[in-house]
């Protein structure tokens, strides 16, 4: 052994001590000032921080000056107490309500330890708000998904979402069909409609992809971080897009009719939208978007009181589908 150097450096319970106390103390650091301070090389230090995570420290990387640097998210394991007042609570006994989405997974799990932790420390005098409060808001749920299949694995995305591991994903395009491999980098979760997706750069399609996470059938973590791009912004992959579609963008101009306008007109449907009401009520709308198949589901989703303008193509398909619906339940009536 060598003199002068502490023994606990020689031992990784000692090192694991060193860098959660160089960190808190230092906060920003990279491998090779840890590797110094510990006397040990960055592959050693690289497998302590993956220990250090292990035991329930949240740490995070960025680049600084062309160096790739260490921290904390927290100082501590523990973030430390938070105090609400009571519209504050309420708003969060709103969003916990919107929660419900999430049921099967490991999220809704989570918000509802959060709500015990807030539960267990609120003041006397709070107490008899949360039942009340707990009743301001009702979620009413249609089309729920069903994350059963993919519960078991969304824990380790949660994971790798949070330390930006890259993942290979056995992802079933079809929902009960093979799984097929992708190899992600974990970008964003997406939020649409109750669903919730993954926004990830798939590295085997060499592009930006979407995963429903209800049809995920495997999640396998790597050691290997990823650096999302300082260029990246999750809104701009759909900001042309109606819902979750980004391909051809189209002008849409679509009239309703008089007895729904108010309705229609009491939404925003796409940024830079136009309204414009004519003689009889009428209300026409007009904007931007792509996603041919969504915005033929919104439009049909209001049947004979919507009707397209243009563009032509647009126009077209929603015919078609009318048609063929036509004709399906004739032929249903037929075979009375």
């Known amino acids: 052994m060598q003199k002068g150097k502490p023994a606990k450096k020689y031992s990784q319970a000692g090192r694991l001590h060193s860098i959660i106390r160089l960190l808190e103390a230092r906060r920003c650091m990279t491998l090779d000032d840890l590797a110094h301070e510990c006397g040990v090389d960055r592959r050693t230090i690289h497998r302590d921080l993956n220990a250090v995570e292990e035991a329930g420290y949240t740490l995070t990387s960025e680049w600084q000056e062309g160096k790739k640097v260490y921290s904390f998210l927290t100082k501590s394991r523990n973030i430390p107490p938070i105090t609400f007042t009571l519209n504050q609570l309420l708003s969060l ?19 509802e330890e959060l709500f015990r932790a807030i539960n267990s420390v609120l003041p006397d005098r709070y107490a008899a708000h949360l ?4 009743r301001v808001s009702l979620p009413v749920l ?5 994350y059963s299949a993919a519960a078991e694995y969304l824990e380790g995305l949660q994971r790798a979402l949070l330390h930006q591991y890259r993942v290979r994903l056995n992802y079933a395009k079809q929902g009960d069909g093979a799984g097929e491999g992708y190899e992600v980098d974990p970008y964003t979760l997406v939020l649409h ?22 049809r995920v059938r495997g999640v396998e973590l790597t050691r290997q971080r990823f650096e999302i791009p300082d260029e990246y912004e999750p809104e701009a992959h759909f900001r042309s897009a109606f819902g979750l579609v980004s391909d051809t963008a189209m002008n849409v101009r679509v009239r309703f009719s008089a007895e729904i306008a108010h309705a229609v007109k009491g939404r925003v449907w796409m940024p830079g939208q136009k309204l414009r009401t004519d003689g009889d009520g009428r209300v026409n709308v007009e904007f931007e978007a792509a996603g041919e198949k969504e915005l033929v589901s919104w439009i049909l989703s209001y049947g004979a009181h919507a009707e397209v303008l243009e563009p032509p193509e647009l ?3 929603v015919k078609r589908q009318v048609k063929e619906m036509r004709e399906y339940y004739r032929g249903k009536e037929k075979g009375r």
């Open 315 to 317: 126009r077209r398909e």
């Open 131 to 134: 039942e009340r409060i707990a």
């Open 93 to 111: 006994y709103l969003l916990r309500s919107l929660g419900v989405h999430l049921a099967g997974t490991p999220f809704q799990q989570e918000i």
């Open 193 to 214: 409609k109750g669903g919730v997706y993954l926004l990830g750069y798939a590295h085997n399609r060499a592009a930006m992809r979407l995963f429903a996470l209800e």
């Open 142 to 146: 249609h089309g729920a998904r069903d």
